[in-house]
């Protein structure tokens, strides 16, 4: 990888973090999001990773936005969970979380090699100890012994519909584990077309919690989805089915 090309400076932000997420950055852990966005701008000179490249737009819709879903811990003790990223693409929600919670384990899978490359590389720039790759794709990874059932939490952001996520994670949840999926707009009668999916998969919807975004005051919604029994060994389906026939 080339040298890091000269940035803006991202925005501290102390005092949004802590009234938004409860939560703010020590010195290390800022320095280390500051190094990761010179990092993504960089690669993005040679292949697309991302648009937004703003050093306010990238603070909000890349690092605050990947600590949304998991507000809840970030603040409060919790066990040291083991934790996958589904389809991270440059590393979004899984670098932001494995820095703010470097005591937690992530797995960042997603089926693009070029991508694992780039995070595996900036891992290792940024000093993260916690973080393991998986190239594949999601339906092969849901079926894969050592990997089915195993995660206490699943990521998901801007993947698929919401009933094609939840087919994505909750195979790879052991029963108890808990799964993220970071959306946009959502509804009420999204809503009960989840649910049906979900049920089917072993897990029943906790909860959704609706955000503003901080600085654009955009709407986000989280939907957490709990596993509470096995997911059936058909799910998920082959390759491009679950996309192709939502549940």
């Known amino acids: 990888m080339r040298d890091e090309v000269e940035t803006s400076k991202l925005p501290e932000m102390s005092d949004l973090w802590r009234e938004t997420l409860g939560w703010q950055p020590d010195a290390k852990q800022q320095e280390q999001f500051q190094r990761f966005y010179a990092l993504v701008l960089t690669a993005n000179q040679q292949f697309n990773l991302t648009r937004i490249t703003e050093p306010l737009e990238f603070w909000e819709k890349h690092l605050w936005d990947s600590l949304l879903g998991i507000a809840q811990f970030l603040s409060a003790p919790s066990p040291p969970f083991n934790a996958i990223d589904i389809g991270t693409g440059a590393g979004f929600p899984g670098v932001p979380i494995a820095i703010a919670r470097p005591d937690w384990h992530l797995t960042l899978l997603d089926s693009t090699r070029k991508k694992i490359t ?55 949840l052991k029963i108890g584990g808990l799964a993220v999926l970071y959306r946009g707009q959502w509804t009420e009668e999204e809503s009960e077309n989840l649910a049906i ?24 919604h989280c939907l957490y989805l709990r596993k509470i029994a096995p997911t059936p060994a058909i799910f998920p389906r082959a390759t491009g089915i679950p996309t192709q026939t939502p549940l």
């Open 197 to 220: 999916a979900v049920e089917q998969l072993g897990g029943a919807i906790e909860s959704s919690k609706r955000f503003l975004t901080p600085l654009t005051q955009s709407v986000r």
């Open 118 to 172: 780039f995070v595996q590389e900036s891992v290792k720039t940024l000093g993260l100890e916690n973080v393991n790759f998986w190239v594949d794709r999601v339906e092969q990874a849901g079926q894969h012994r050592q990997h089915r059932e195993y995660y206490d939490l699943a990521l998901i952001r801007a993947v698929a519909s919401a009933p094609v996520c939840a087919e994505y994670t909750l195979p790879l």
